[in-house]
């Protein structure tokens, strides 16, 4: 792409590949048995590029003016939490509490966080989560920022989670459009997997009232 | 605009109330409402293009635009940074409105006409009376006729039912619970949700009327999407789940003395000081949020209803007389989720189908009520918002905090991994259950301005909420039920998801009446300033849903505006 400098290239790859790694381990691919003889793999959240969602929702969900005053300005949230996961590789790494070992090539360009196991990452989380980190090392908006850091780890998750189950994966071509923009392109992967049906007109499932009562007459 | 009697700031669950109450008491009202309207011929591409600047007649409304834009997309409704009922301009392309919530969860309310009972499930139950009784400035005997008037005017009715209410009901009388069929509820109990969904249409079992059909005649189709937007019904004012733009919206355009004007966002409160009145409100000063521009209305009286974190924060950012209680004192209920996984088997058997399918019927059909307690709610979300819900967490993942053999539950904590997908395999088969507690009041709690973050409306809020002991205790008790009735529903999965208490999905109480405003709901401090949204509320009503005091005070406020301002 013109414009765009080999140091911003491989900032790119940088988080990309971190959140590829966090998705991933949240909701891995898995094998589900379809009948006596065979089993299906069932798509996890990095084949389905969650993680493009992430690091949108990251990027956009806060205002130019606003990220002025957090200092934010050339920096990107998604850059800032690819590094705040990576303190907490480091932190577990440092500390030798690593489960398995560590895996280099994974994920291309990625930090320690993405050096790790699936399950050492959601550990690395954990330690986050529990401000087992030198919050002073890390960069804003984080930097001292024991709240933010501590949502911040839920929001990740319930990111990852609606990107994954919602329709968001079927607007295919179209996912990182401003939102008027997205269409729909296929039935969505995640209701797929789980057995929704879509959108729907109504149900014939009607089974009575347990209770109703009269409402009273009002004045006007 | 000539001659204002009354500006109401916010179209949401209060604001389009009482400007209907008092458009039909004669009153000339404008409502500033700071999002986008959706359904009204005015704005054909509301999140993409400015359109007109206020609308003053039921005939601009457009049911099959509005059924356009509530396509029952679980994101494209829903994002909370980017969905069309998000807390933001109309505008999709910008980011949304910043809040400074300094804790783990998430603030959940819209903008824009219907504020957010846009999303709201409709649960619309009266407070127990033992909440308000010897604790609010007003008694629940003065509550009740307005009460019965909303429910008159929403309407409101109890949920039909459907495989998930049926089990939830099955699993209460096997935990030993009595059914309670009334409104007024001063025992515990199960009863159908009072709900302003409208009851199905007798041809909702018919075969020979599709569901497409159905969909535009009047009455519920259980088609489950009432919290990404109900669509369903033959024109606005009849669409089934009674989000106050087609309720009360209609019915205050009607009176042909309201106008809307959505896209404007209130900045300041403007008051005068006179020997004769003292401080008293006169007007607002707005910002357009497609163009930025600014302007000053006046009028006789303002009505605050833009919800509990703005009313405050406007008063704040407005320089208004302080007071210590102003924004302070915030509940939300404490919420928790605790879910049930079912096997086939036992489905067949209690239900006579083999899956829950939480996504059929009223979001929230069922409950089960207990003063002193709080409240249990059935919870059948499209497959994105359910995950996401099992996402949040107090002590992190579920896999690193295993129970222990005397817990009620097999699972504590955020799921991810293996459990997630087999709770997501599930999905079908599983039953969720709000908790809602009877949180307290510690003046702790609310909303502050950020002394140096602003956005182009002012200083922006911050958000704080630590449940008290005592709200602590009373929740760890309804999740302990909740369990138990999964459990003897026969479920053979629990999964106590231990949510954060930052959950704000019910805000109340930021504004409480008796400390801020009187129980006329007129504030102490600046005459003619009155407030008609969940702000008002003195407590957390016992842990209902907030939605119908809301409303029920704003028709008596109605009242008493015209009693001392207009007779
Ligand atoms: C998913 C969900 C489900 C819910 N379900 C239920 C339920 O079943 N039953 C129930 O009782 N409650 C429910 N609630 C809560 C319910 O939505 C609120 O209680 C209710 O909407 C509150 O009414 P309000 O008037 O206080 O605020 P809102 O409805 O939020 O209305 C405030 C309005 O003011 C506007 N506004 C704000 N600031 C300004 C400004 N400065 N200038 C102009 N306009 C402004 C906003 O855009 C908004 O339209 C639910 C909430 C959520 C999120």
Same mark, same amino acid.
Not at chain 1, 84 to 105: E, F, K, S
Not at chain 2, 262 to 285: D, R
């Given at each position: 792409?013109?414009?765009? @400098?080999?140091?911003e290239?491989?900032?790119?790859?940088?988080?990309?590949?971190?959140?590829?790694?966090l998705?991933?381990?949240?909701?891995?691919?898995?094998?589900?048995?379809?009948?006596?003889?065979?089993?299906?793999?069932?798509?996890?959240?990095?084949?389905?590029?969650?993680?493009?969602?992430v690091?949108?929702?990251?990027?956009?969900?806060?205002?130019?003016?606003?990220?002025?005053?957090?200092?934010?300005?050339?920096?990107?949230? @998604?850059k800032?939490?690819?590094?705040?996961?990576?303190?907490?590789?480091?932190?577990?790494?440092?500390?030798?509490?690593?489960?398995?070992?560590?895996?280099?090539?994974?994920?291309? @360009?990625?930090g320690?966080?993405?050096?790790?196991?699936?399950?050492?990452?959601?550990?690395?989380?954990?330690?986050?989560?529990?401000?087992?980190?030198?919050?002073?090392?890390?960069?804003?908006?984080?930097?001292?920022?024991?709240?933010?850091?501590?949502?911040?780890?839920?929001?990740?998750?319930e990111?990852?989670?609606?990107?994954?189950? @919602?329709?968001?994966t079927?607007?295919?071509?179209?996912?990182?459009?401003?939102?008027?923009?997205?269409?729909?392109?296929?039935?969505?992967?995640?209701?797929?997997?789980?057995?929704?049906?879509?959108?729907?007109?109504?149900?014939?499932?009607?089974?009575?009232?347990?209770?109703?009562?009269?409402?009273?007459?009002?004045?006007? | 605009?000539?001659?204002?009697?009354?500006?109401?700031?916010?179209?949401?669950?209060?604001?389009?109330?009482?400007?209907?109450?008092?458009?039909?008491?004669?009153?000339?009202?404008?409502?500033?409402?700071?999002?986008?309207?959706?359904?009204?011929?005015?704005?054909?591409?509301?999140?993409?293009?400015?359109?007109?600047?206020?609308?003053?007649?039921?005939?601009d409304?457009?049911?099959?635009?509005?059924?356009?834009?509530?396509?029952?997309?679980?994101?494209?409704?829903?994002?909370?940074?980017?969905?069309?009922?998000?807390?933001?301009?109309a505008?999709r392309?910008?980011?949304?409105?910043?809040?400074?919530?300094?804790?783990?969860?998430?603030?959940?309310?819209?903008?824009?006409?219907?504020?957010?009972?846009?999303?709201y499930?409709?649960?619309?139950?009266?407070?127990?009376?033992?909440?308000i009784?010897?604790?609010?400035?007003?008694?629940?005997?003065?509550?009740?006729?307005?009460?019965?008037?909303?429910?008159?005017t929403?309407?409101?009715?109890?949920?039909?039912?459907?495989?998930?209410?049926?089990?939830?009901?099955?699993?209460?009388k096997?935990?030993?619970?009595?059914?309670?069929?009334?409104?007024?509820?001063?025992?515990?109990?199960y009863r159908?949700?009072?709900?302003?969904?409208?009851?199905?249409?007798?041809n909702?079992?018919?075969?020979?009327?599709?569901?497409?059909?159905?969909?535009?005649?009047e009455?519920?189709?259980?088609?489950?999407?009432?919290?990404?937007g109900?669509?369903?019904?033959?024109?606005?004012d009849?669409?089934?789940?009674?989000?106050?733009?087609?309720?009360?919206?209609p019915?205050?355009?009607?009176?042909?003395?309201?106008?809307?004007?959505?896209?404007?966002?209130?900045?300041?409160?403007?008051?005068?000081?006179?020997?004769?009145k003292?401080?008293?409100?006169?007007?607002?000063?707005?910002?357009?949020?497609?163009?930025?521009?600014?302007?000053?209305?006046?009028?006789?009286?303002?009505?605050?209803?833009?919800g509990?974190?703005?009313?405050?924060?406007?008063?704040?950012?407005?320089?208004?007389?302080v007071?210590?209680?102003?924004?302070?004192?915030?509940?939300?209920?404490?919420?928790?989720?605790?879910?049930?996984?079912?096997?086939?088997?036992?489905?067949?058997?209690?239900?006579?189908?083999?899956?829950?399918?939480?996504?059929?019927?009223?979001?929230?059909?069922?409950?089960?009520?207990?003063?002193?307690?709080?409240?249990?709610q059935?919870?059948?979300?499209?497959?994105?918002?359910?995950a996401?819900?099992?996402?949040?967490?107090?002590?992190?993942?579920?896999?690193?905090?295993?129970?222990s053999?005397?817990?009620?539950?097999?699972?504590?904590?955020?799921?991810?991994?293996?459990?997630?997908?087999e709770?997501?395999?599930?999905?079908?088969?599983?039953?969720?259950?709000?908790?809602?507690?009877?949180?307290?009041?510690?003046?702790?709690?609310?909303?502050?301005?950020?002394?140096?973050i602003?956005?182009?409306?002012?200083?922006?809020p911050?958000?704080?909420y630590?449940?008290?002991?005592?709200?602590i205790?009373?929740?760890?008790?309804?999740?302990?039920?909740?369990?138990d009735?999964?459990?003897?529903?026969g479920?053979?999965?629990?999964?106590?998801?231990?949510?954060?208490?930052?959950?704000?999905?019910?805000?109340?109480?930021?504004?409480?009446?008796?400390?801020?405003?009187?129980?006329?709901?007129?504030?102490?401090?600046?005459?003619?300033?009155?407030?008609?949204?969940?702000?008002?509320?003195?407590n957390?009503?016992?842990?209902?849903?907030?939605?119908?005091?809301t409303?029920?005070?704003?028709?008596?406020?109605?009242?008493?505006?015209v009693e001392?301002?207009?007779?």
């Amino acid at each position: 792409m013109l414009g765009i @400098s080999e140091g911003e290239r491989s900032l790119n790859r940088y988080i990309r590949s971190t959140f590829q790694a966090l998705v991933h381990a949240i909701i891995p691919p898995h094998y589900r048995n379809k009948d006596l003889f065979g089993t299906v793999q069932v798509a996890g959240a990095q084949e389905l590029h969650v993680y493009e969602y992430v690091i949108w929702i990251l990027e956009h969900s806060i205002s130019l003016p606003v990220k002025e005053q957090l200092n934010l300005v050339n920096g990107s949230m @998604s850059k800032a939490t690819a590094e705040l996961l990576d303190a907490g590789a480091v932190q577990l790494i440092q500390t030798g509490q690593i489960l398995y070992p560590l895996n280099v090539t994974e994920f291309s @360009s990625g930090g320690p966080f993405t050096t790790l196991s699936k399950v050492d990452r959601l550990r690395a989380i954990t330690l986050i989560e529990r401000l087992n980190i030198n919050l002073e090392n890390l960069s804003i908006p984080y930097k001292s920022n024991p709240e933010l850091v501590r949502d911040m780890m839920d929001v990740l998750n319930e990111l990852t989670l609606f990107g994954h189950y @919602s329709e968001w994966t079927a607007y295919g071509t179209t996912r990182l459009f401003s939102p008027e923009y997205r269409r729909v392109e296929h039935f969505p992967h995640g209701w797929y997997q789980t057995g929704y049906p879509g959108p729907s007109f109504g149900y014939r499932d009607f089974r009575g009232f347990l209770a109703t009562y009269k409402h009273k007459k009002v004045d006007d | 605009m000539a001659n204002l009697d009354v500006i109401v700031i916010g179209a949401g669950g209060g604001g389009a109330v009482i400007a209907k109450e008092l458009g039909e008491k004669g009153l000339n009202v404008l409502v500033l409402e700071a999002g986008p309207w959706y359904g009204n011929k005015k704005w054909p591409n509301p999140n993409s293009q400015q359109g007109a600047q206020s609308s003053s007649t039921s005939e601009d409304l457009d049911v099959i635009l509005y059924k356009q834009l509530l396509n029952k997309f679980e994101m494209n409704m829903n994002d909370l940074v980017s969905g069309r009922f998000r807390w933001g301009p109309a505008d999709r392309s910008r980011s949304q409105w910043f809040r400074n919530a300094k804790q783990k969860g998430i603030i959940w309310q819209c903008s824009g006409v219907g504020g957010t009972t846009q999303t709201y499930t409709a649960n619309c139950p009266r407070a127990y009376p033992a909440a308000i009784d010897q604790v609010w400035p007003l008694s629940y005997c003065e509550l009740v006729p307005y009460y019965e008037k909303v429910e008159t005017t929403l309407p409101v009715n109890f949920a039909a039912t459907t495989a998930k209410e049926e089990l939830f009901y099955y699993g209460a009388k096997k935990a030993g619970w009595n059914l309670i069929p009334t409104l007024d509820v001063t025992v515990p109990g199960y009863r159908p949700q009072p709900n302003a969904i409208l009851p199905p249409n007798e041809n909702i079992t018919n075969l020979n009327i599709t569901v497409e059909q159905l969909s535009w005649m009047e009455g519920c189709t259980l088609a489950g999407h009432c919290i990404n937007g109900c669509p369903h019904g033959p024109s606005i004012d009849k669409i089934a789940k009674r989000s106050t733009n087609v309720s009360y919206v209609p019915l205050a355009l009607k009176t042909g003395n309201v106008c809307i004007r959505p896209n404007a966002f209130v900045i300041k409160i403007i008051t005068e000081n006179t020997v004769s009145k003292g401080l008293h409100a006169v007007g607002v000063k707005i910002r357009d949020t497609w163009t930025g521009e600014q302007e000053e209305l006046r009028a006789e009286i303002i009505v605050m209803a833009s919800g509990s974190i703005e009313s405050p924060r406007l008063w704040l950012n407005s320089g208004l007389p302080v007071n210590p209680w102003v924004g302070r004192g915030l509940v939300n209920h404490y919420m928790d989720w605790v879910s049930g996984i079912f096997d086939e088997k036992n489905l067949i058997q209690i239900l006579g189908t083999p899956d829950v399918n939480p996504f059929v019927g009223n979001t929230c059909g069922a409950r089960l009520d207990y003063p002193g307690l709080g409240t249990l709610q059935t919870v059948g979300m499209s497959p994105g918002l359910t995950a996401s819900f099992y996402g949040l967490s107090e002590s992190g993942y579920s896999f690193l905090n295993k129970p222990s053999m005397n817990d009620p539950w097999d699972i504590k904590g955020r799921l991810s991994g293996y459990e997630l997908k087999e709770a997501m395999d599930s999905y079908r088969r599983t039953l969720n259950i709000l908790v809602s507690t009877d949180d307290e009041v510690d003046q702790r709690n609310g909303i502050t301005l950020d002394p140096v973050i602003s956005d182009e409306n002012g200083f922006v809020p911050v958000v704080t909420y630590r449940p008290t002991k005592k709200s602590i205790r009373k929740r760890s008790e309804l999740t302990k039920m909740a369990a138990d009735l999964l459990r003897k529903a026969g479920a053979k999965k629990v999964i106590w998801t231990n949510w954060p208490a930052g959950m704000m999905i019910h805000l109340e109480s930021t504004m409480r009446m008796g400390f801020v405003v009187n129980q006329d709901c007129e504030s102490f401090q600046v005459k003619r300033l009155y407030i008609a949204d969940n702000s008002v509320h003195y407590n957390s009503l016992g842990g209902v849903n907030p939605t119908l005091t809301t409303q029920a005070l704003a028709t008596r406020t109605a009242e008493k505006v015209v009693e001392k301002y207009f007779n």
